[in-house]
C-alpha cells in the first residue's frame, strides 16, 4: 500500500511540475528501503485517504490537458515548418508543370535512348563500331541543318509556336516508324545492293557501309539522339528560362530533375516489361514489330502529355502577372529580332567568350562520355548478343540511373547552396575522370583483374561491364543533377538573341559535335593501331587532357557567369530607382 501511495505522489508531483505549480508538498519521511531499487521511500505525513486520491485524480486530469495541449502545439508547429518549406503559391504554378514537362521529356528519351542502340547494334552486319561514324557522319550534319532551321524559325514565329513546330514531327516520326517503315525493312533496306558494294571494298568499311544498308535504323537512331538535343536541352530549358528568375533557378533547377528521373525508372522498367513480353510471343509474330509499337505508342502518350502541358502553362502562368514578369514579356516581344544568316550567326557566337566557354563545356562532356560509352557497349554487345538480352539490361541500366540520379538531384541542391556555380560545375567532370580512367584501368590490366574476377564468380568481360555500367550510371547522374542545371543558369543574364541562338548553337551543334568529335579520335585510332581495344591507352590519356580544357573552361566561365550575375543586378536596382 506504501508502494502505491508513493507511485501515486511521484503522478501527482509530475503532474504539478508540467502545469508549473509552485505549490508545496506536505513534508514527507523516510520509513523504508524500494523494494525495486535499494532506495529510501519518502512518505507523506498522515493526511487523509479519499482527500489525498482525489487531489490526485485532479492532478492526473490537469496534466492529460497539459500534455493534449502540448500535442496539438506540436502538431500546429510541424504543419506550420511543412508549409514555410514549401514554394510559395506563385512558384507552385509554374515548377510543377515545368518538372512534369520534364517527366516526360526524360520518359520519351529514355526509350528512345535504348531502342536506337539496339536497333542499330543488333542490325544485320553492324555492331558497336557503327556508332562512331554514324555520330559523324550522320547525326553532326543533321544537327548543324536543324540549327540553321531553327534560326530560321525563331526570326520568324513565336517561341510557344517554334515549341510546337519542333516537337509534333518528331512524334509523328516515331509513330511512323513503328507502324509503316520497320514493318517493311526487308524492302526499304538495300541489303543485296550494300554486299555488292562490300565485296569490292576492304573490310574496314564495313562499319559506314552498316549505316547504309539499315538506313531507316540510322535515321531512328538520329531523330532519338536530336530528341535529347533538340526538346530536352534546347526547347524545354529555353522555356524554363524564359519563366524563372535566377534566384528561382538556384532553388529549383537541382530538383526538376526529381520528377524526370523518376521518369527514368518508370521508363527503365517499361523497356523492361516491353523486353519480358516480346520473348513471350508465339512463333511467327515479329518480337521486335511488337514490341516497337508498344514503346512509340508509349513515346506518343508522354509526348501528348508535354504538348498539354506546355499549353496549359502559355494559357494559364505565362499571362499570370504573379507568375511571369508582364513588363518583361512584352518588351522582349516588342524588340526587334536581329535577322542573321548561318554564317552571320556563327561569327555573333564564336565573338563571345561566355559562348565559347559554354559549348567548350557541352563538347567536352560529349568527347568524355563518348571515349569510355562506345568502348562499354562493345563489351556490352559480347556479354549480351541477343537483342531481348541487351534491351533488358539496358532496361534496368536505366532504371538505376534513375535511382542514382535521384540521390544525386538531393545533393545537388545542397551542393549548389553550400559552394556555390563553380563547384557544382566541377563535380560531373570530377565523376568522369575518376569512373572513366578506372574503366580503362579494367581494360587495360585485364589479365591482373582475372583472378579478381573469377574469385567474385564473375569473367573480366562482365566485370567490364558491370564497372562500364556504374562509370555511365554517375557521370549521366552528375550530369543531370549539376551539369545541366549549371549550364542552363549560365544562360539566364544573357540577352535574348545569346539565349536563343547561342543555346541552339551549343546545345543542338555542341553536343553532337562533342559526341562526333570523340567518335572521329576513335576512328583515328582505330586506322592506326588496328582495334578499338588497341587504343585503349590513347584514349585514356586523351580523356584526361579533355578534362584538362574542361577545368579551365569551368573557371573562366564561372568568373563571367558572377560578373553578368552583378551587372544584372545593378540594372535592375536602377530600374527600380527610376
Known amino acids: ?52 486520491h482525489r487531489n490526485s485524480r485532479t492532478k492526473l486530469a490537469m496534466s492529460d490537458a497539459s500534455v493534449t495541449t502540448t500535442s496539438t502545439s506540436n502538431k500546429q508547429s510541424f504543419l506550420s515548418k511543412l508549409k514555410s518549406s514549401l514554394p510559395p503559391r506563385s512558384e507552385r504554378k509554374k515548377l510543377i508543370p515545368l518538372a512534369s514537362m520534364f517527366f516526360f521529356i526524360l520518359f520519351n528519351y529514355t526509350i528512345l535512348r535504348d531502342t536506337k542502340d539496339v536497333l542499330m547494334i543488333t542490325a544485320k552486319k553492324s555492331g558497336a563500331e557503327v556508332i562512331p561514324f554514324i555520330k559523324t557522319y550522320v547525326n553532326l550534319p543533321a544537327a548543324i541543318g536543324f540549327t540553321a532551321l531553327y534560326s530560321k524559325l525563331c526570326d520568324r514565329m513565336e517561341q510557344k509556336d517554334v515549341f510546337y513546330s519542333c516537337t509534333v514531327p518528331f512524334l509523328l516520326f516515331f509513330l511512323a516508324f513503328a507502324w509503316i517503315l520497320f514493318p517493311n525493312v526487308d524492302v526499304l533496306h538495300p541489303h543485296l545492293f550494300v554486299d555488292g558494294i562490300a565485296s569490292r571494298l576492304p573490310a574496314g568499311f564495313g562499319a559506314p557501309l552498316a549505316i547504309v544498308r539499315n538506313w531507316s535504323f540510322a535515321v531512328f537512331y538520329v531523330m532519338a539522339e536530336m530528341w535529347g538535343s533538340v526538346v530536352a536541352s534546347l526547347l524545354f530549358w529555353s522555356f524554363a528560362n524564359e519563366v524563372t528568375t535566377v534566384e528561382e533557378a538556384k532553388k529549383y ?21 516491353v523486353s519480358k513480353m516480346r520473348a513471350n510471343l508465339p512463333p511467327g509474330v515479329d518480337p521486335w514489330g511488337v514490341s516497337l509499337k508498344y514503346l512509340m505508342g508509349a513515346v506518343a502518350v ?33 524588340k526587334k529580332k536581329t535577322k542573321m544568316g548561318l554564317r552571320e550567326s556563327a561569327k555573333f557566337l564564336m565573338s563571345s567568350t561566355y559562348i565559347r ?56 541542391r545542397k551542393i549548389f547552396q553550400k559552394f556555390g556555380w563553380r563547384k557544382a560545375a566541377m563535380v560531373t567532370p570530377s565523376m568522369i575522370g575518376i ?6 584501368a579494367l581494360t587495360i590490366f585485364a589479365p591482373f583483374f582475372a583472378p579478381i574476377a573469377a574469385s ?35 544562360y539566364i543574364p544573357l540577352d535574348q538573341d545569346s539565349k536563343t541562338k547561342g543555346k541552339a548553337a551549343v546545345d543542338v551543334v555542341g553536343n553532337p559535335l562533342g559526341k562526333s568529335g570523340g567518335a572521329l579520335i576513335q576512328q583515328i585510332l582505330i586506322f592506326g593501331v588496328g582495334s578499338l581495344a588497341a587504343a585503349t591507352p590513347w584514349l585514356a590519356g586523351i580523356l584526361g587532357v579533355l578534362l584538362f580544357f574542361w577545368y579551365k573552361s569551368v573557371n573562366s566561365l564561372a568568373e ?7 551587372a544584372n543586378d545593378e540594372e535592375t536596382t536602377a530600374a527600380e530607382a527610376a
Open 560 to 566: 563571367q557567369f558572377e560578373a553578368a550575375m552583378v
Open 302 to 334: 508522354s509526348g501528348g502529355c508535354l504538348v498539354s502541358i506546355f499549353s496549359y502553362m502559355q494559357r494559364k502562368v505565362m499571362t499570370d502577372p504573379e507568375c511571369v514578369d508582364q513588363e518583361k514579356a512584352a518588351a522582349k516581344k516588342k
Open 1 to 52: 500500500m506504501r508502494v502505491i501511495n508513493f507511485l501515486l505522489l511521484i503522478q501527482s508531483a509530475a503532474a504539478f511540475s508540467s502545469l508549473q505549480t509552485r505549490a508545496a508538498i506536505v513534508s514527507s519521511s523516510c520509513r523504508a528501503v524500494s523494494p525495486f531499487n535499494g532506495s529510501k521511500i519518502c512518505h507523506q505525513q498522515p493526511t487523509s485517504s479519499s482527500s489525498f
Open 435 to 440: 569512373t572513366g580512367l578506372a574503366f580503362y
Open 253 to 273: 533547377y537541382p530538383l526538376f530533375g526529381l520528377g524526370a528521373n523518376v521518369a527514368l525508372i518508370f521508363s527503365g522498367q517499361y523497356v523492361r516489361f
Open 456 to 490: 567474385m564468380g564473375t569473367t573480366p568481360l562482365m566485370l567490364a561491364v558491370l564497372v562500364g555500367a556504374a562509370q555511365n550510371i554517375l557521370s549521366k547522374s552528375s550530369k543531370y543533377s549539376l551539369f545541366d542545371p549549371c549550364k542552363e543558369m549560365a
Open 357 to 412: 566557354d559554354l559549348a567548350m563545356l557541352v563538347i567536352s562532356y560529349g568527347m568524355c562520355i563518348n571515349l569510355v560509352e562506345v568502348s562499354w557497349k562493345s563489351k556490352l554487345k559480347a556479354a549480351y548478343p541477343d537483342p531481348n538480352a541487351y534491351s533488358s539490361f539496358m532496361g534496368n541500366f536505366s532504371s538505376a540511373t534513375g535511382s542514382v540520379t535521384l540521390i544525386m538531384m538531393l545533393l545537388g
